[in-house]
Antibody
Framework: QVQLVQSGAEVKRPGASVKVSCKAS????????ISWVRQAPGQGLEWMGW????????NYAQKLQGRVTMTTDTSTRTAYMELRSLRSDDMAVYYC???????????WGQGTLVTVSS | EIVLTQSPATLSLSPGERATLSCRAS??????LAWYQQKPGQAPRLLIY???NRATGIPARFSGSGSGTDFTLTISSLEPEDFAVYYC??????????FGQGTKLEIK
């Protein structure tokens, strides 16, 4: 079954870090990039960045540069997104999506809620 | 940075009616624009890519058009399951992929 399965909800203190995982199955992991998108409560979609599992190349949104790191483990077919120095405005549902350069985000994970609260 | 502006913010229509959603880019994105549908509590779903190509499994009542800076998503005859939020996304400077702010399509 072709799917992306993300890790469970997280609760973090301001200033902490969070690492969300996204495990792929049913397709060749290195054939497609993974993009990360977040959605704050009641808000729209925000592109966070992109990673190519084939060679590890990344591209991050400018506003997150220095706080975000995206990695992949091809042996376990898993992508990771780590966000550091969490603030209240980082509270959101975080999605991974399979990025086909040809046709867009044609497969999404179920989302991971990250709550930032003291 | 390319900014996408969607209009209207909210569209109130009845089942069976035709829906027309707009997405305008701050600079040309050629045809590199995608549309997504999102229902409450769910991940987005790809509807249209490259401005006018339906994604796999998307019903024919969904169509996209436009190029350059002005794009339209049309739903020819609304079904009850079509009431959702719709987002456009530019892909002209891939892998960067900014989204519009969304249009909520609600039942009148």
């Amino acid at each position: 079954q072709v799917q992306l399965v993300q890790s469970g909800a997280e609760v973090k203190r301001p200033g902490a870090s969070v690492k969300v995982s996204c495990k792929a199955s049913g397709y060749t992991f290195t054939t497609y990039a993974i993009s990360w998108v977040r959605q704050a409560p009641g808000q729209g979609l925000e592109w966070m960045g992109w990673i190519n599992p084939y060679n590890g190349n990344t591209n991050y949104a400018q506003k997150l540069q220095g706080r975000v790191t995206m990695t992949t483990d091809t042996s376990t077919r898993t992508a990771y997104m780590e966000l550091r120095s969490l603030r209240s405005d980082d509270m959101a549902v975080y999605y991974c999506a399979r990025d086909s350069a040809r046709d867009g985000y044609n497969l999404w994970g179920q989302g991971t809620l990250v709550t930032v609260s003291s | 940075e390319i900014v996408l502006t969607q209009s209207p913010a909210t569209l109130s229509l009845s089942p069976g009616e035709r829906a027309t959603l707009s997405c305008r880019a701050s600079q040309s994105v050629s045809v590199y624009l995608a549309w997504y549908q999102q229902k409450p509590g769910q991940a987005p779903r790809l509807l249209i890519y490259d401005a006018s190509n339906r994604a796999t499994g998307i019903p024919a009542r969904f169509s996209g058009s436009g190029s350059g800076t002005d794009f339209t998503l049309t739903i020819s005859s609304l079904e009850p399951e079509d009431f959702a939020v719709y987002y456009c996304q530019q892909r002209s400077n891939w892998p960067r992929g900014t989204f519009g702010q969304g249009t909520k399509l609600e039942i009148k």
